[in-house]
C-alpha cells in the first residue's frame, strides 16, 4: 500500500469520518505524494525547492504532470508551491482508488434522521497492520525503518499522532515524534516541515 493511502486511512476514525480538518488532510496527502518521489529518487528536495533526478513516466497522471510541471519551471519550484498544488483533491483521489480496492467502502446515512451524510469506514485489519508499526515507533520498541519514519513524520505534521497513538500518554508524545522525524531521510524531514507550515498556516487564517 502506497503512503498516501495508509495517510489517508489513519487520518479517519472507524466510522469513516475524517479525524482533522479535510484541508490538512489534503496537504498530508500531497506530502505523502511527493515523499514517494522522494524515497524512490525521483525527485530531489534541498533548501525547500524541488528537482527532477528521474524524467521516466511512472504511470499515473498526477505524478507525471507534476514532474513535467517541475522540468519545465524555469527555475526550482518551491516545495509549498509544489505542495499547495497537489493538495487539491488529493484526498479525493486516494479515496477513489481505496473504494476501487475494496478497502474502503462509501456508506450513506442521516445525521439525526435528516441531514444526508457519507461515511467511508476502513477494513480494520488493514488498519490495524497499519498502526502496529506505528505504534511499536512511537513507544519505541523498535527503530522505525525508513517508509515508517515518513509516515510517521507527516502524521505528526498534520496533527493526527494524538489520534494514532490513542493509548500512549500525550506526555512526551510531540518529542517522541520529533525524535522519529528527524531520523526519516532529509528530503522527507523537509516534506513534513513544509506540510506542517502550511497546516499551521491554515489554523491560524481560520481563527483571525
Avoid: C
Wanted: hydrophobic residues 50%; proline residues 7%.
Amino acid at each position: 500500500m502506497r503512503l498516501r493511502e495508509e495517510l489517508f486511512l489513519l487520518g479517519h476514525d472507524r466510522a469513516g469520518k475524517p479525524v482533522v480538518h479535510p484541508h490538512s488532510l489534503d496537504l498530508g496527502v500531497a506530502g505523502a505524494v511527493l515523499a514517494e518521489q522522494a524515497l524512490a529518487r525521483r525527485i530531489l528536495v534541498s533548501g525547500g525547492h524541488l528537482a527532477v533526478t528521474d524524467p521516466a513516466p511512472t504511470g499515473e497522471p498526477e505524478v507525471d504532470r507534476l514532474l513535467a510541471a517541475i522540468l519545465r519551471a524555469p527555475a526550482a519550484p518551491a516545495l509549498a508551491d509544489a505542495l499547495m498544488e497537489v493538495h487539491v483533491g488529493a484526498a479525493d483521489r486516494v479515496r477513489a482508488d481505496l473504494i476501487a480496492d475494496g478497502v474502503v467502502a462509501e456508506v450513506h446515512a442521516k445525521r439525526l434522521g435528516l441531514i444526508p451524510v457519507t461515511r467511508y469506514p476502513a477494513d480494520e485489519a488493514v488498519v490495524r497492520k497499519i498502526s502496529v508499526g506505528l505504534w511499536y515507533a512511537g513507544h519505541g520498541k523498535e527503530q522505525p525503518d525508513e517508509p515508517t519514519a515518513t509516515l510517521s513524520a507527516l502524521v505528526h505534521a498534520v496533527l493526527l499522532h494524538e489520534h494514532v497513538f490513542t493509548n500512549m500518554p500525550l506526555t512526551g508524545l510531540d518529542a517522541r515524534m520529533r525524535e522519529i522525524r528527524d531520523r526519516a531521510p532529509v528530503p522527507v524531514r523537509e516534506i513534513a516541515g513544509a506540510v506542517s507550515s502550511l497546516v499551521a498556516s491554515r489554523a491560524v487564517a481560520i481563527y483571525r
